[in-house]
């Protein structure tokens, strides 16, 4: 004998399925994005790692990822004024 179940618990059982799923959903997503921002996951490749630490950057962590490129930046900066310097200086009269 088959048992009539209400529409009322059907409907109630697909509800609690899809929230189910949502917070799984949810879950999963909070979970990729803490480990992105905690650190734990590179956002640079293993070659990129390589190819930044060949040229002197710290790669460690990105922290100091960041404070290396700043500090290249500002290297940059400097030899890019040192020869303006230069050229006014041999253009001047």
């Known amino acids: 004998m088959k048992i009539k179940w209400p529409r009322s ?3 109630g059982f697909f509800a609690l399925l899809g929230l189910l799923l949502v917070a799984v959903m949810i879950l999963i ?3 990729t994005v803490l480990k992105v921002y905690s650190g ?3 956002l640079a490749g293993r ?3 390589k190819a930044l630490a060949e040229q002197g950057m710290d790669v460690s962590n ?3 990822i ?3 490129f700043q500090e290249k930046i500002r290297d940059a900066e400097k030899k890019l004024l040192e020869h303006e310097k230069k050229i006014e ?3 001047k009269w």
């Open 47 to 49: 070659k990129t790692e």
């Open 62 to 64: 990105q922290q100091a």
């Open 89 to 91: 200086s041999l253009t």
């Open 29 to 31: 997503l909070y979970w």
């Open 66 to 68: 960041l404070n290396s």
């Open 40 to 42: 734990k996951t590179p």
């Open 9 to 11: 618990s059907e409907r």
